[in-house]
Structure formats: C-alpha cells, structure tokens
C-alpha cells in the first residue's frame, strides 16, 4: 500500500511539472470554426445547423509510439494502421458492433464456394484524382500478393487465385479452395486500396534498386478516405486534412494530428491543458486523476493479445521444458492487478473469447515454481542461465520485464533487460536477434486463423508475425485445413486442437487481453477506439 501511495504521489508530481511546462506557452489553439459545412449526409441524426456549428478545428491525438510504415500493404504495427485507417479503405469494414458491414464494396454475393463477385461503389475518386474501379482493386491485390513487393501480410490472401475484373464496377475473388474467413480478411488494414498511380510510380521506384513500399511510405499513401495524409515528421507527429469531396459522410474536423509523445505524464497534461483532445494510450493507474479533471476516459476491451515471445532457434528455447518451466513463473492476474490496475482479461491461450475459435475448455500452464525448478533440472539447467529480455518503450511492457527479471531468479535464471526504438524493435525481432520479447498483436479480423497463422504458422518466421521462429508441422497442418474448412463444428474442433497443442508447448508466454484506455477532452464527441486498438474519427466534433 505504502508503494502504490508513493508511486501515486510521484506521479503526481511528474504531471504538475509537465502541466507546469506546457502552460507556460499558452493554452488551446482548436481554431474551430464553421467553415467546413458540407459534413452533412442523408443519415446523419443531427440537423444541418447543428452540423455547421459543430464543424471544423485541429484535432490533436497523443499518442506513445509513431508510425513504423505508412504504406498499408507493408505495414504490420497498430500506430501505423490507426492512422492509416482514417486516409484508406478496403472493400468491407467493420462496424461498431464488430459486423462486417459495406465500404468500397456496396454488395457482395458468394457465386459458389470459391467465387465472390462483389459490386462496388461508383464515382469515388483517390486524393490524387484517378478514379476507383475494379481495376483499382485487382491491382491493389496483385500488389499484396506479388512476391518481388513481398508483403508481410499477404498470407491474408493467399487463398486469392485472381481477381477478375467482370465490368468497370463488379470484381471477383476466386480462391485455391473454399475460404470461410475471406470476408473477415478483407476487413484487415493491409486489405485496403490505395491509388493505382502510385502503385505504378512505387513499381518504378523498385526499377531504382528502392525497396517495396519506399515511395508510398515517404510520399504518404493516396486513398479514398475522409482524410487525406499532409506530412509526417518521423518521430514527433502526423498531420492529416479533411478529404472535402469524400464520397460517403464527410469528417467533421479540418484536420487531424497525430502527436508522438512517448511520456505518459505529458501526455496527460497535453489533454489537461487544451493542447491535446484525445490521448491513448492512458496509463492504468492514471485513469482516476484523470476522470478528476474536465476530461473522460474511454475503456475499450480489446480482442488483442499481450504476450512473452521465446527465440526457439536459440538454445536454451528450443527446449520446451525451459519455455513451460519459465510460463509457470508468470502470474497473469497478478500483472493485471499490479500493473494495469485490473484493467483487461487473463489469457487462457492465445485467442479472446471474442474471436472466431476460442474454446474456453482451453487448460492453461499455471503459476508453479517448484515445477519450474524440476523442468529446468531436467533440462540439464538446474544452475540457471544468462538471457535477456526485450521490451519497447511501453512503460506496462518494462514493468511486466522487471516482475519476469525477478521471477527468473527464482530457478538461477539471470536477465538484462533492454529497452529498444520501435522502429528497430520491429526490425530486429523479425531478424530473430532476441532472446525473449515483449510484444502485443491486435486482431482486426476477428478470426482465429489471421491470429494462429500470423503468430505461429511456419511459413510465417520473422517480420510476417511469427518471431518466436516456431515450427511444428502438425499445427501447420491444422492451420491449412481449418482455413479450407466451412462446416462450422469441425472448424471450431480444429482450433481447439491448435490451442491445446500451443500452451503445451509454450511457444510464448500468453499473458492477457489487454483494453484500450483513452483520455477524451469535454471538448469533442463521436470519438471511439476499435478492439484493435485503431482511433475511429470520423465522426469526432468540437462542441461548441
């Protein structure tokens, strides 16, 4: 209690300093203004009067981490697809529900059981003026599935043998076999579509030995959102303006900037004093002080995972006995407690219970440091070992490193613990240069198999997802079949199969489903976070 009471009090001061610096140079610099009148649709709950009065302003969102990679097809990280899902779109998407639901595509029809014929919205223009077509969307997915681009996603669509252009406004996907998540998959931010001049112009920036993806992620991508990109300065912000000619309902602010501010206690003094009107994540022993202010907080469970990655080609890792003798040390509700002040959800395995798949019968490895001991021993570790633990910038991140660094003690395990940029996290997990890691996956799909084959799937090593390099031939089978299954009840069998196979062999340390927790200023409404963790804003408004 009396640490709790001295972290609080240190905190505290922390924020009073920050809210000390950031008064000094004046106060909210909004600008709203009723200039911006056309965010007006025929759907639309409030009246044209209240539309204009509420109308314009420059959004600012705080945020911890940048964006590693602003071209969406090469992109794998969340900070880049929360501000990439504001400027692009995919045929579907979803709703706040969670159902999949219209977007580029206004309908879509299974021809039979590897055919989908989807008819698309018409007169929809890219920010740079090229039109949206059919022929805009097979050459999106030529690009996805196009080896020489080499897109880490593009196991998503594997299943994809052409996508044939049936008329100006209707395309097909046919896939190698039947494809039960394809709807689910296209929902995923690396699914959406993106101006075919400037795939053009990326394809022949790779003729100039420049890699996939350079030009769209230096010139900012060219899509059909209601915003459109302006600029990114690396490492401190991203601005984005009001796409006025948009097709569907209009954004409603003149602009938005994402502000890159890895401090927690700034960022809360950004939204306490005007400079900020929405901040994510916030910490969870910040939520109180901050519910004490004229601001909100936004609590969103998440469909993510939270989790402990194992380098399995490197020794002592390649023995399972080690990864289940160090997963029993991990008290998963004892984090959630005593790190994020008892905000989100133990992990049985890798799935939530809200995606496709997940089998609460799932039997997890528990906490047991006297078996722990006994598997180290049998290892031939009784005398412990030296590694090290990787973590970002994520403050629960290094927390849950520190209580793993004093739980390793317990079986003569010594760790350091290093904290890496983002960006070269990124990089350097996927080249397998780690021993252990910290790292979270969002699930945009909703699917198990987007979530199991990312992570696990063999096919999958390195920037792909699975950077814990793990390989077992039966679970790579499985994950084949269950994909091409469609009969409900053996699919769900499959996955159960898949999960007790993957916390027997602990691969990783499942740790929990973590929720989103924003800070909202009174100032705005129509703000929400997705389970992905992907900021919603088209609908966010001053109030006046």
Known sequence: MKNNLKSNF??????????????CSGGDDSGVDSSNSDNTTADSSSSSTEVEAAAGGDLVLATLSDAANLDPHMSTDVPSASVLSNITEGLVKKDKEGNIVPSLAKSWTAVDDVTWEFELEEGITFHDGEDFNAAAVKKNFDRILDPEVGAPRAFLFEAVKEVEVVSDYVVRIHTHYPFAPLLNHLNHPVGVIISPAQIDADYENMKADQPAGALVNEQGPIGTGFMKFDYWTPGTEIKLVNNEDYWSQKAYVDSVTFKVIPESATRAAELETGYAHIIEPVQPNEVEMIEGTTSTVDITPGSSLSYVGFNIDKEPFDDVRVRQAISMLVDQQLIIDGIYEGIGEVAKGPLAPSVYGYDDSVEPLTYDVEKAKELLAEAGLADGFTTTIWTNDNPQRQDIAIMLQEELKKINVTADIEVVEWGAYLAKTAAGEHDMYILGLSNPVGDADYFLTQLF????????????????DRVDALLDEAREEIDTTKRLALYKEIQDILVEEAPMIYIHHQAYISGVSEKIEGYWINDSGHHKLQEVKFIK
Do not use: I, P
Not at 10 to 23: G, I, N
């Open 10 to 23: 240190l905190l505290f001061l922390v924020m009073a300093f920050a809210l000390l610096l950031v008064a």
């Open 457 to 472: 799937h063999s096919k999958n090593h390195g920037d792909a997802g699975n950077r814990m390099f793990y390989t077992n």
